[in-house]
């Protein structure tokens, strides 16, 4: 594991950037395995600078995405299907045809969670995986539990992560209960890791995730054990190691 120190959200943002662009120059039809929330915002938006100025090419890309909310149809503005679209598909040369996205409209959880693995299987596996921090140490919707899940299942979201996504939603009680997520499985067999992690609310998950006991009950200490992770935080995230 190793920790790329940033000054701030927007330092950190183009360090980010420029790791996932070097993915792509090197592997032109890389895998990406891509996050949604604010945190990547402004990775993403240096990526399409970068594309707009002619220094990446996104034509053979794939994408998997780590999560999507249960019920919430792709046209949904607070879907993450939208979210991709708005915040980077919209914006660079990639074939949409080949960025995935959990069905949040499939109501067998059974079946929406298989039909995903099968996706992620089918496309190789990811080369390079995208990663949030939840303040509880939760990675994609992998939440706080007794056992890491191994596959993509259907999850309900903890309080404090419905609390953190209370923003995005006209009121607490539009937002989703339950998401599909990418399990543990699938992340740690990603070729490599990058996990974007900005400001002080984070600085308690960050000392407990990558310099704790390893937990499901702090679902991003797994990472601890996989071959090749970057950590890029600021200075803020860092505070407290």
Not at 24 to 29: F, N
Not at 71 to 96: P, R, T, V, W
Not at 121 to 126: D, P, Q, R, T
Not at 155 to 166: F, G, K, R
């Amino acid at each position: 594991m190793r920790i790329v120190k940033a000054k701030d959200y927007e330092d950190m943002s183009r360090k980010v950037a420029d790791i996932i662009a070097a993915q792509v120059t090197i592997k032109p039809d890389s895998v990406l395995g891509l996050a949604t929330g604010s945190t990547p915002i402004g990775a993403y938006q240096e990526l399409i600078k970068k594309y707009e100025n002619g220094r990446l090419d996104f034509a053979n890309i794939t994408s998997v995405n780590l999560d999507e909310y249960k019920g919430l149809a792709g046209d949904n503005e607070q879907s993450y299907y939208y979210f991709m679209n708005d915040n980077l598909f919209n914006h660079i040369n990639i074939d949409k045809s080949r960025t995935f996205v959990p069905d949040g409209t499939v109501a067998d959880s059974s079946k929406a969670c298989q039909d995903y693995e099968d996706i992620i299987v089918s496309v190789g596996g990811v080369d390079l995986q995208l990663l949030g921090l939840g303040g509880n140490g939760h990675i994609g919707f992998n939440e706080p539990s007794d056992i890491f899940e191994k596959d993509t299942h259907c999850v309900n979201l903890a309080p404090d992560t419905i609390e953190a996504n209370q923003r995005f939603f006209a009121s607490p009680a539009d937002v989703p209960r339950q998401a599909y997520t990418m399990g543990i499985g699938a992340i740690m067999s990603a070729n490599s890791i990058v996990v974007a992690v900005s400001g002080e609310s984070k600085a308690k998950a960050v000392k407990e995730s990558f310099f704790g006991e390893i937990t499901p009950q702090v679902p991003a200490s797994i990472l601890q054990l996989h071959k090749d992770v970057v950590i890029v935080a600021d200075e803020a995230a860092l505070s407290l190691v």
